[in-house]
């Protein structure tokens, strides 16, 4: 069965210092892989997107992510955090052939930013 | 930026009521979908929409749930006899042609069952 997993449900980090939360995807084939924000009492934003080709992603808000089929993983990364990046983020993979488009969410990593 | 519009942002309803969401998506879009995410647990897909019908629906998506687009602009997620397990907040979603993706949501319904 799809399923992506997010190893780590609570994350605390220094303002300033890196980041990097992990994703597992398992797909039968490639997936489409996405990183979520989502902010208390807010909706869904998407920060980066991989669908095929160069494997290091650029989203918005100085994320990326890099796509390692080896490890089967997507993590996402950011070398500086602001205090405004605390949130929960979500991996997300969709299947990338067929007509099955649903989206399969980890459980989500809380991302606390010490000042 | 074109935004997914979810109304209401909270909705209160008895027990054993009807309840309808209801979303506007981003207007070149074509695929829409449903999830909803239960206090404390992950987001999980609904229900997907495209071409006037559902494309693909999960086991929770049973007779109790329907979707409906009834104009060019609303997308409405209708619960017919509420539970109490219903209560989560919903989220809607829509995205162009290309395999259904990236989806954009929206803020969100929260529904208390009471």
């Known amino acids: 069965a799809q399923s992506v997993t997010q190893p780590d449900i609570h994350i605390t980090v220094s303002e300033g210092a890196s980041l990097e939360l992990r994703c597992n995807y398992s797909?039968?084939?490639?997936?489409?892989l996405f990183w979520y924000v989502q902010s208390p009492g807010q909706g869904l934003q998407l920060l980066l997107k991989?669908?095929?080709?160069?494997?290091l992603v650029q989203g918005i808000k100085g994320f990326e992510a890099e796509f390692k089929r080896s490890q089967s993983s997507f993590n996402l990364r950011k070398p500086s955090v602001h205090w405004s990046d605390a949130a929960e983020y979500f991996c997300?993979?969709?299947?990338?052939?067929?007509?099955?488009?649903?989206?399969?969410f980890g459980k989500g990593t809380l991302l606390t930013v010490n000042p | 930026e074109p935004e997914v519009t979810q109304t209401p942002s909270h909705q209160v309803t008895q027990m054993g009521q009807e309840v309808i969401l209801r979303c506007v998506p981003i207007?070149?879009?074509?695929?829409f979908y449903w999830y909803r995410q239960i206090l404390g647990q992950k987001v999980e897909f609904l229900v997907s929409?495209?071409?006037?019908?559902?494309?693909?629906k999960s086991e929770i998506f049973d007779d109790q749930f329907s979707v409906e687009r009834p104009d060019g602009s609303n997308f409405t997620l209708k619960i017919r006899s509420t539970k109490l397990e219903d209560s989560a907040m919903y989220f809607c979603?829509?995205?162009?042609?290309?395999?259904?993706?990236?989806?954009?949501f929206g803020d969100g319904t929260r529904l208390s069952i009471l």
């Open positions: 979603a829509s995205s162009d042609l290309v395999r259904g993706q990236p989806q954009h």
């Open positions: 797909y039968g084939a490639t997936p489409y």
């Open positions: 991989y669908f095929s080709g160069d494997t």
């Open positions: 997300a993979g969709s299947n990338s052939g067929g007509s099955n488009y649903k989206l399969t």
């Open positions: 207007s070149n879009h074509l695929y």
């Open positions: 929409f495209y071409n006037n019908e559902i494309s693909e």
